[in-house]
């Protein structure tokens, strides 16, 4: 069961109706032509980028022009993070390698770094596309790399070619080639989508005029584990990207909700209430047989297994109030996690497992949070007041959450230290968003 966050004090009493009536007061949003993207913060120190859109060697001069443009799609990567200043190209195009590029000119410009490339046509339908990052500071090259890709596959390309030079200029590694998972609401139309990390390349994996929930990747990005409603009851599905694929792997009785992938991808964690009130369950994906893993009388839900497979987090009233509790795959032993606050829900853990995300109330406000695991630091990160469904970029350092903004649902993401970001939205209604690899 995946809790939907409104001001409310009796948690106890959230349910199925709940999550149903919620959904359908989004249908009667306004909608909006297009996914956009606004920044609505930045580092306080970006790094001066110039970015040269990169040439193009076609025997086909009008297939040619027809090409996606890979700098414009890096320029729209890295503009759009926070981290860095673009310096104006002012209509030059990259040289053919990088001894032709004067670094002292773009120096003079205000460049820190010059990202140049190049696309040739190596076949039928085959493009090798290279790229050269320059310090302009100290005349050296700091990367380079060359990809080959259909057409079709050049918009891949450029958001790789965008975590290269994000991770050669911040040392980490880029989030810009990830995937996007979420709910679309549509007049009468609930749709699962997914789309790049920039939000381009939406397609509709599947639809229902009944509520669609809780969408989640498999460890592998092949997969994707959601609730639907179709059956007029909450059924948990898997579905297959490459093949379209799907199956329902938890149709017990009462309600089936929350899945969660186990890190080798065998398993999920769902929430039944089959037997008792909600309880969180281990499903064998290859079996179907359900495991009890929780007991009591309390409703536990909103299950994560930790990267490493040895801790389930999770939430729970059982303390008398909703928290995050963490539960040990090894010996079933638990322990509670947040105490900041009588409202902590909807954990989300890094990839490395250093950090927690949550929703975390204050003053009647919903907020995306994280605790340091380590020290259990908490500190908040947005200041919206209905968010919900934190989760983290592939490299960890930016978290995607949903929240309403002039009472429409809107995507957005945040880094980690608060100081970066952006939100996303489309027409219809956007909830329930999940990062993928």
Known sequence: MRLILRPTNRWFAMSIRLIVAVLLVFSALPSWAMMTIEIVGGASNRIPLAILPFGVKQPDVARADALLPVADVVTS????????RLIDSEGGVSPANPQLLSLPVWKGRGADAVLIGQVAATGADLYEVRFWLMDAVRNTQLTAMAFVTPAAGLRVVAHKIADKVHEALLGEPGSYSGRIAYILKRGARYELQVADADSHNAVTITASPEPLISPTWSPDGQRLAYVSFEDKKPVVYVQNLADGARRAVAKFRGSNSAPAWSPDGRRLAVTLSKDDTSQIYMLDLQSGAATRFTHGGALD?????????RWLYFTSNRGGTPQIYRASLIDGGVSRITFDGGYNVSPALSPNGDTLAFVHRRDGRFHVA????????????TDTA???S?????????????????????LATVSVDGKVRQRLSQSGDLREPSWGR
């Open 370 to 381: 994280v605790m340091e695991l380590a020290t259990g630091q908490m500190r908040v990160l």
């Open 77 to 84: 990567d890295l503009g759009s993070s926070g981290y860095f």
């Open 301 to 309: 839900t909103e299950p994560v297994f930790s990267p490493d497979g």
């Open 386 to 388: 209905y968010d919900e």
């Open 390 to 410: 934190p989760s983290f970029a592939p490299n960890g350092r930016r978290i995607l959450y949903a929240t309403l903004v002039n009472n429409r649902g809107v």
